[in-house]
C-alpha cells in the first residue's frame, strides 16, 4: 500500500476509537512533556553557567606566572627546584608572549591591596586594573552606570557587595568620589636620595610613600570579570589599567624581586594575563608558553569538566524523564492490542481483499508512528509551558531575595526535534509487537471472528 | 460460457489440521477442474468441507497435500507475498455476512481493494463508480452499511469483489443472509455479471434450488470428498 493510503487509513482508525486512542496520545505526550522538561532545566542550567564563566572572561584569558612563584606560606613548591634560575617576567618576556599566534593582547596583572576612603569612612579592599578591551568581553554587560571613560580616566566601578558597605543603595553612588589611599613606591637614585622616575632605574631598593588618588565612581558591576582568577581574591574597585599602572603601588612581587639580584634593572611583573583569540587556542597557547619557561594557568580543563558534569547531568535529567515516556509506551502496546483484538475481522477481509502481511504489518506501525508524532508535539509543547512555569516560580522567589532573574529552562531547536524524533521511535518500538501479531492472524480465523 | 481452458485445477487437494486429539481432514484428496467462465455451486451439508475448499481456492489457505492450479499457476507454492498478489489481482470475495468495514462509506469500501493494489488515485474515482454502477448502487456513494438493507450490502461486497476486474469470483452463502427474494436478485446479478464480464464464478451454498436455477454445475461434498459435479439440471431444463 501506498504511504499516503497508509497514513490515511491509520488515521481513519485512530479516529474510530478517539478517545482511548487520544487518551493514549496524551500518555505519550506527558513522557515527552517530562523528558523535555527535564531536559530543559539541564540545558538552560549548562546555557547559565556558561553564559556567566564567558562573561567572566575565564575561558579564552591565560594566566602567566614566572615558574617559582611563591605559592603560600609554608606550602611545597609545585614542581622540584631546578637548579637553572627562573625566567623573569619581565616586559622582554611581555613582548615575546604578544608575538606568539593567536595573542590578542598581553597586560600586566595590577592587583593591590589598600584602602579606600568614603565620606571620611576607611575601607579595606583590593584594587585591580581592568585594560580596555573588557568593555567589550560582555563582564559589563547589564550593569549600573558606565564603564571607564578614557583608558586613563580617574573613574572607578564598584563591585555590587562593596557598593553595598559603602552606600544601602549602591545605584546611588553614580557620580561620586572616593579617595584611593595606596602605597607608592619609590626608587632610590644611586646617590640616595628619591627618585621620582621610573623604578626600571633603581639600584636594589625603594621607599614606599602613602599617596591619595580622588576616583569619580561611573559604576556598579555584579561581579568583577574573571574573579578570583589571578589569585587574590575578587578586587573589590575597578579602574582603568593604565591608571592602575601609574600609581606604581606598591605589590606582592616587589619584596621578592628586591632580594633578587636579576631583576635590579627591568620592570617585573607578579603575573600577566594573555588573551588567546578564541578558547580553542588556549590549550596551544598554554603549552608555547610554559616552553618558554613560565607558569601558565588557563580554565580549560575547568571548563572540560564542566561540561562533562553537564552532560551526565543531562543523562540523568534525560533518563529520569524518560521513565514516564516508557510508562506512556505500555498504553500504545495496550492500545494497540485492544485493537487488534476489535479490528480483528477487519484485519481478515483485508487480507481477504489481498493485503499483505507487510500491509498490516505497516498499518499498525504508522497508527502507532501518528500516535508518538502527535503526542510528541503536544508534549514538546507541555514541557515547554513546563519549563516556563518552573522558570516563572524560581524568578518569583529569586525577586523575593531581591535577586535577578535568570532564564532558567532552555528549549533549543535540537531538543524540540530529538524529543519529536525519540517519542515517533519510542512509539514505533511499542508498536512493534502490535503490528507483527495483527500481521501474522489467520485470515480464515479472523474471518471467523464475530 | 464455459470454455474448455480450466480456470482452476484441483489436484488431489487435502487439507488436514489437528483439533485437540482429532485429526479433521476438511477437503481430502480432492481433484476438480472448473473452466473458464462457468458458474459453479459448491453444495454440502454443514462440515462438509465446501468453505475450506473455498479458501483454498481464494489463496487465504494452503492445502496440506496437491496443487490449486488457478491459469496456469500453482497456487499452493506461493510465498505469502504473491499469495496477496495473487488474492488482490485474480480473486474477488465475497461473503455471507458482507465483511463491509462498517466505519467507512460505500465508496471507500468499494475503493479498499484498489488501495491494496496500489491504483493511481485518479484511476480510483472512476472504477468505484463503475463497479457501483454495475450493481445499481451510485446513488449512495456517501452512505456508510448499516444504513443499507442486506440485499445492497452485499451488492456493495459485490461491487468491492469487482472493482480489482478479477477473473474468478469467490462467493461464501452470497445469500445465506438475505430473504429468498433479495437472494434470488443477487444470484441473478451474480449470473449477469458471469455473462457480461466472462468471469468464473464458484459459490458455496445451502440452496440447492437456487444453485439449480443459476449454476452451471453442481459440486457435491460429503466429508471433505467430491461426491458428484454434475451439470445443473434444472437449469438445462428451464
Given at each position: 500500500m501506498k504511504s499516503r493510503d497508509l497514513t490515511d487509513l491509520a488515521i481513519r482508525n485512530l479516529r474510530e476509537a478517539l478517545l482511548r486512542n487520544a487518551l493514549t496520545t496524551l500518555g505519550v505526550a506527558v513522557g515527552v512533556a517530562s523528558l523535555v522538561a527535564m531536559l530543559s532545566l539541564g540545558v538552560g542550567l549548562q546555557q547559565l553557567a556558561a553564559k556567566r564563566l564567558s562573561q567572566s572572561g575565564l575561558f579564552d584569558t591565560i594566566l602567566v606566572t614566572p615558574k617559582n612563584n611563591f605559592r603560600g606560606m609554608g606550602r611545597p613548591p609545585r614542581e622540584a627546584v631546578s637548579e637553572k634560575l627562573p625566567r623573569v617576567l619581565d616586559e622582554d618576556a611581555r613582548k615575546q608572549i604578544e608575538k606568539l599566534p593567536n595573542v590578542i593582547e598581553v597586560y600586566p596583572q595590577v592587583r593591590f591591596f589598600t584602602e579606600v576612603r568614603f565620606n571620611n569612612k576607611p575601607f579595606a579592599t583590593v584594587v585591580a586594573g581592568m585594560p580596555d578591551s573588557s568593555r567589550n568581553s560582555g563582564s559589563f554587560d547589564g550593569m549600573t552606570g558606565n564603564f571607564f571613560s578614557s583608558p586613563n580616566a580617574n573613574e572607578a566601578i564598584l563591585q555590587i557587595e562593596f557598593a553595598k558597605d559603602l552606600s544601602a543603595q549602591p545605584a546611588s553612588l553614580v557620580g561620586q568620589e572616593l579617595v584611593l589611599r595606596y602605597a607608592e613606591r619609590q626608587s632610590f637614585a644611586p646617590n640616595g636620595a628619591d627618585a621620582s622616575a621610573s623604578s626600571s632605574k633603581s639600584t636594589g631598593g625603594f621607599s614606599v610613600v602613602p599617596k591619595e588618588l580622588h576616583l569619580k565612581i561611573v559604576g556598579v558591576v555584579e561581579t568583577e570579570p574573571a574573579a578570583g582568577y589571578a589569585g587574590m581574591g575578587n578586587a573589590r574597585l575597578l579602574m582603568p589599567l593604565q591608571t592602575a599602572s601609574a600609581l606604581r603601588a606598591a605589590q606582592v612581587n616587589d619584596l621578592r624581586d628586591i632580594v633578587r639580584d636579576n631583576t635590579v634593572n627591568k620592570t617585573t611583573y607578579p603575573s600577566l594575563s594573555v588573551r588567546a583569540k578564541s578558547p580553542a587556542q588556549v590549550d596551544a597557547l598554554e603549552t608555547a608558553i610554559k616552553n618558554m619557561g613560565f607558569g601558565a594557568f588557563s580554565l580549560l580543563d575547568a571548563s572540560k569538566s564542566l561540561r562533562t558534569f553537564f552532560s551526565v547531568f543531562d543523562l540523568l535529567l534525560g533518563i529520569f524523564g524518560s521513565l514516564a515516556l516508557a510508562v506512556a509506551t505500555l498504553g500504545i502496546v495496550n492500545t494497540l492490542v485492544m485493537a487488534i483484538l476489535e479490528r480483528r475481522r477487519e484485519i481478515g477481509v483485508l487480507k481477504a481483499l489481498g493485503a499483505a502481511d507487510s500491509d498490516v504489518q505497516q498499518l499498525f506501525f504508522v497508527e502507532a508512528g501518528v500516535m508518538g508524532l502527535f503526542g510528541g508535539i503536544f508534549g514538546v509543547l507541555f514541557g515547554w509551558l513546563l519549563g516556563r512555569a518552573i522558570t516563572f516560580g524560581t524568578n518569583v522567589y529569586l525577586h523575593r531575595q531581591n535577586l535577578n532573574s535568570i532564564e532558567l529552562s532552555s528549549v533549543p531547536w535540537w531538543l524540540v526535534l530529538s524529543a519529536l524524533a525519540f517519542a515517533v521511535l519510542v512509539s514505533l518500538v511499542a508498536g512493534l509487537y502490535p503490528a507483527s501479531r495483527a500481521a501474522k492472524l489467520n485470515p480464515v480465523d479472523a474471518l471467523r471472528y464475530e | 460460457?464455459?470454455?474448455?481452458?480450466?480456470?482452476?485445477?484441483?489436484?488431489?487437494?487435502?487439507?488436514?489440521?489437528?483439533?485437540?486429539?482429532?485429526?479433521?481432514?476438511?477437503?481430502?484428496?480432492?481433484?476438480?477442474?472448473?473452466?473458464?467462465?462457468?458458474?459453479?455451486?459448491?453444495?454440502?451439508?454443514?462440515?462438509?468441507?465446501?468453505?475450506?475448499?473455498?479458501?483454498?481456492?481464494?489463496?487465504?489457505?494452503?492445502?496440506?497435500?496437491?496443487?490449486?492450479?488457478?491459469?496456469?499457476?500453482?497456487?499452493?507454492?506461493?510465498?505469502?507475498?504473491?499469495?496477496?498478489?495473487?488474492?488482490?489481482?485474480?480473486?474477488?470475495?465475497?461473503?455471507?455476512?458482507?465483511?463491509?468495514?462498517?466505519?467507512?462509506?460505500?465508496?471507500?469500501?468499494?475503493?479498499?481493494?484498489?488501495?491494496?493494489?496500489?491504483?493511481?488515485?485518479?484511476?480510483?474515482?472512476?472504477?468505484?463508480?463503475?463497479?457501483?454502477?454495475?450493481?445499481?448502487?451510485?446513488?449512495?456513494?456517501?452512505?456508510?452499511?448499516?444504513?443499507?438493507?442486506?440485499?445492497?450490502?452485499?451488492?456493495?461486497?459485490?461491487?468491492?469483489?469487482?472493482?480489482?476486474?478479477?477473473?474468478?469470483?469467490?462467493?461464501?452463502?452470497?445469500?445465506?443472509?438475505?430473504?429468498?427474494?433479495?437472494?434470488?436478485?443477487?444470484?441473478?446479478?451474480?449470473?449477469?455479471?458471469?455473462?457480461?464480464?466472462?468471469?468464473?464464478?464458484?459459490?458455496?451454498?445451502?440452496?440447492?434450488?437456487?444453485?439449480?436455477?443459476?449454476?452451471d454445475r453442481l459440486a457435491i461434498m460429503g466429508d471433505g470428498k467430491l461426491l458428484s459435479a454434475t451439470a445443473a439440471v434444472k437449469r438445462i431444463a428451464q
Open positions: - | 460460457m464455459p470454455t474448455a481452458d480450466p480456470a482452476i485445477h484441483l489436484d488431489h487437494v487435502s487439507r488436514h489440521y489437528t483439533m485437540g486429539a482429532t485429526h479433521v481432514r476438511a477437503v481430502d484428496d480432492l481433484s476438480l477442474s472448473v473452466p473458464s467462465g462457468e458458474f459453479l455451486a459448491l453444495l454440502g451439508s454443514s462440515g462438509s468441507g465446501k468453505s475450506t475448499l473455498l479458501n483454498l481456492i481464494a489463496g487465504l489457505d494452503r492445502p496440506t497435500f496437491g496443487a490449486i492450479v488457478a491459469y496456469g499457476q500453482n497456487i499452493a507454492s506461493l510465498s505469502s507475498v504473491d499469495l496477496a498478489r495473487y488474492r488482490r489481482n485474480t480473486i474477488g470475495m465475497i461473503f455471507q455476512s458482507f465483511n463491509l468495514l462498517v466505519r467507512m462509506t460505500l465508496e471507500e469500501n468499494v475503493e479498499l481493494p484498489l488501495r491494496l493494489a496500489e491504483v493511481d488515485r485518479s484511476d480510483r474515482g472512476p472504477r468505484v463508480r463503475e463497479a457501483l454502477e454495475r450493481v445499481r448502487l451510485t446513488h449512495r456513494l456517501g452512505h456508510r452499511p448499516t444504513e443499507l438493507s442486506g440485499g445492497e450490502q452485499q451488492r456493495v461486497a459485490i461491487a468491492r469483489a469487482l472493482v480489482n476486474r478479477p477473473k474468478i469470483l469467490l462467493a461464501d452463502e452470497p445469500t445465506g443472509n438475505l430473504d429468498s427474494n433479495t437472494g434470488e436478485a443477487i444470484l441473478s446479478l451474480l449470473r449477469d455479471l458471469q455473462n457480461n464480464l466472462g468471469m468464473t464464478i464458484i459459490m458455496v451454498t445451502h440452496e440447492r434450488p437456487l444453485a439449480e436455477r443459476f449454476a
